[in-house]
């Protein structure tokens, strides 16, 4: 193998270390039990995941933990702390309240009742993703030009929102991530990077997701995660700089947005903040993403498009 492809096979064994994280986060996690995750020697896997991730193991799982309970905090405000502390893999509700503290410099009852403000702002600045990559390289160009993601507010008219809850299969998607701030480097890395890996493999005309796997109201900037993605068959096998995984099934809360990419976090945060609470439904620890049919509109001239934004639910 060339070193290339030795770094391509790494990051992909990384990334299932990440992804069994964040799904089996209520539970002990061993460092023996991640390095098979990995297929690397358990002797080795804590110096290699700390040069990989830039944080040791420890500190990336109580990150995790925290970031995950800071956001069930609020969305989910019926589930007493205690509850929600043990559901992100906290052993006692002492260990939880001093990383909480540590963490955010509140107790999880002040973040609950009046940090939630700030929260959302945060998570309106932060969610303007705008992944709707044309498809065609002529929208690519006037989708560069046009894109405002976030640069300017407008006024939008509430409207009562329209809410489903799907049942939705579980799927393969072949992905690219980004790392970094949320925002309009999204939408660039979509037209610069995953536009013409996805011309390269055939895989135009197929159901797209961007998945955010972090808060960008809680979670540090330079760590917030996107996975840009699109299905692909059973036997589709990545390479290079891609990956693949299989987003999970299960009921999800849908509700379909067409605008561009400087409103869409208002739409998240209506989703988040006034939706769920009254809905009778919590989430769970699956990821929030945007789904786009086959035939969601995408007008590279405005920078308008469409996605159904999806968050994964159970019954309160």
Not at 15 to 43: G, M, P
């Amino acid at each position: 193998m060339t070193s290339q492809e030795n770094q391509a096979a790494y990051a992909r064994r990384m990334h299932k270390v990440i992804e069994h994280i964040d799904r089996h986060i209520d539970q002990t996690l061993e460092l023996s039990t991640l390095a098979e995750v990995a297929h690397f020697s358990a002797f080795h896997f804590h110096r290699l995941f700390s040069a990989w991730m830039g944080e040791t193991l420890g500190d990336y799982l109580r990150r995790r933990r925290l970031e995950m309970a800071a956001l069930r905090l609020i969305g989910q405000p019926g589930v007493p702390v205690l509850e929600i502390a043990l559901a992100v893999g906290f052993g006692s509700a002492e260990a939880f309240a001093r990383a909480f503290r540590a963490r955010f410099g509140c107790t999880a009852s002040e973040w609950r009742q009046g940090q939630a403000d700030r929260w959302a702002a945060q998570l309106a600045a932060g969610r303007n993703s705008n992944p709707g990559q044309p498809h065609r390289k002529q929208d690519q160009e006037n989708k560069r030009s046009a894109d405002h993601h976030g640069n300017s507010q407008t006024d939008m008219t509430e409207i009562p929102m329209k809410v489903k809850i799907v049942q939705r299969q579980a799927a393969k998607i072949a992905y690219m991530r980004y790392i970094g701030p949320y925002g309009h480097p999204i939408a660039e890395f979509w037209v610069e990077t995953v536009s013409p890996w996805m011309e390269t493999n055939n895989l135009f005309g197929r159901p797209r997701y961007g998945i955010s796997h972090d808060d960008p109201g809680i979670a540090s900037s330079d760590k917030c995660r996107y996975d840009a993605g699109v299905e692909v068959p059973d036997d589709f096998v990545a390479s290079g700089k891609s990956f693949t995984t299989t987003v999970p099934g299960g009921s999800y809360a849908v509700t379909r947005y067409s605008g561009t990419g400087r409103d869409i976090g208002a739409t998240w945060t209506r989703l988040l903040r006034d939706w769920l609470p009254a809905s009778g439904m919590q989430l769970d620890t699956r990821p929030f993403f945007e789904y786009y049919p086959v035939d969601a509109a995408c007008d590279g001239k405005t920078g308008t498009f469409e996605c159904d934004l999806c968050i994964p639910v159970t019954p309160l």
